[in-house]
């Protein structure tokens, strides 16, 4: 029988560029919207459907072994896996609860040392390119935006003798659905939202405003909150031990953040020049910046993190270069990528107005993540 293999073993193979062929039996459409993507990954598209007659007619655009299938949910890609194995090619193996599974997928990175003893990680979700956060210091933690699957940050935690003591949003999300208060539900944790995004949610919340001071162990996180509009007007970043600047979806490694999600792009344009050319300007170079998000895998650096210093990415991020503000006004509103699968929806469910069942969730989800400006 063909192996299944897991989302994990496919993340370490694209984090350590280990070389990695897919047949992905999606429909092109599907296909063409996300894909597994990695430095050493090479990827054959052909729709399920048109293999249902057999193999043969891909043979000779396949290597003759170790070929890693991949569909939506498992079951086609377990069908095509089957009758390549009966053409006699070996190390076939299918990808384990299909794309669904690849999108939901955390891969915890360490990203460093903070005072007395603590830690800092990185959440990696490969598949729709999000990033959250977790602070450990003297047995607690925090968790800074969470993604709607709690059980890795849970069995993390747990791992490491610790207590979910905070968690945070640093914005509304509009890309994928916060766990936020799953996690307050299942921790009993405070939970912490900028409040001009929260006029509208339908739940009990701390107000995460500019200078809170959130204290996890020993460690003060948020002693310096900036507050960073643009993204959207209550988006606030997080400095922690004076080392890592976590900016939301304000600033990316490779872009900036897109402030139209709300439907208010001519407003809050302005707001995100000021947060890039003005607030951030004024914090120290040295800072690692750690964004919410990620578009693509050149951002991943070796050991699986994603991130940059302040200094560097004003050399080089396009987004930070531009002084004339009617040409910042210009690149902002005119290079707009689609704008996230049901998007609309998300922010309902994250305002608490919506609760869909879990595969509506899965399927609000679907596709990548869009808040970057191109």
Wanted: net charge negative; proline share 4%; charged share 30%.
């Amino acid at each position: 029988m063909p192996k299944a293999m897991s989302a994990q073993e496919i993340a370490r193979k694209v984090i350590d560029k280990k070389e990695l062929f897919i047949l992905d039996v999606r429909n092109q459409k599907e296909f063409a919207d996300w894909k597994i993507e990695g430095d050493s990954v090479e990827v054959f598209n052909v729709p399920y459907f048109d293999l249902l007659d057999g193999v043969e007619s891909i043979m000779d655009k396949l290597p003759n072994k170790n070929v890693l299938v991949v569909c939506a949910k498992e079951g086609s890609s377990m069908m095509v896996a089957d009758m390549l194995e009966e053409t006699g090619m070996t190390g076939v193996s299918y990808l384990k609860g299909g794309m669904k599974a690849w999108s939901e997928y955390l891969e915890p990175v360490k990203v460093g040392d903070i005072s007395d003893g603590g830690e800092l990680y990185q959440f990696v979700r490969l598949g729709k390119g999000c990033l959250s956060y977790m602070v450990i210091s003297d047995g607690e933690a925090m968790v800074i935006d969470s993604n709607r699957m709690i059980q890795p940050y849970l069995d993390f935690v747990k791992e490491k003798n610790a207590k979910i003591v905070q968690i945070a949003d640093t914005h509304l999300h509009a890309d994928h659905i916060s766990g936020g208060r799953a996690l307050r539900e299942e921790t009993g944790a405070q939970y912490w939202l900028p409040p001009k995004d929260a006029t509208e949610v339908q739940f009990d919340y701390n107000a995460l405003e500019d200078g809170s001071e959130i204290t996890v162990g020993t460690t003060r996180v948020g002693a310096q909150a900036v507050y960073s509009p643009g993204h959207t007007i209550g988006s606030t970043s997080f400095i922690i031990d004076s080392k890592y600047l976590l900016t939301g979806d304000i600033l990316f490694v490779e872009s900036i953040g897109r402030p139209d999600l709300a439907g208010l792009t001519e407003d809050w344009v302005g707001d995100l020049r000021d947060t890039l050319y003005g607030r951030y300007k004024e914090l120290p170079d040295d800072l690692e910046v750690l964004p919410a998000h990620f578009a693509n895998m050149s951002e991943v650096q070796d050991d699986g993190k994603v991130s940059a210093t302040l200094g560097e990415l004003y050399k080089v991020n396009t987004g930070l270069n531009v002084e004339d503000e009617g040409e910042f006004r210009k690149m902002v509103t005119e290079n707009l990528p689609p704008q996230p699968n049901a998007y609309q929806e998300i922010r309902q469910v994250n305002m608490g107005k919506l609760t869909p069942e879990e595969e509506e969730k899965r399927e609000m989800e679907i596709g990548p993540n869009r808040c970057a400006v191109s």
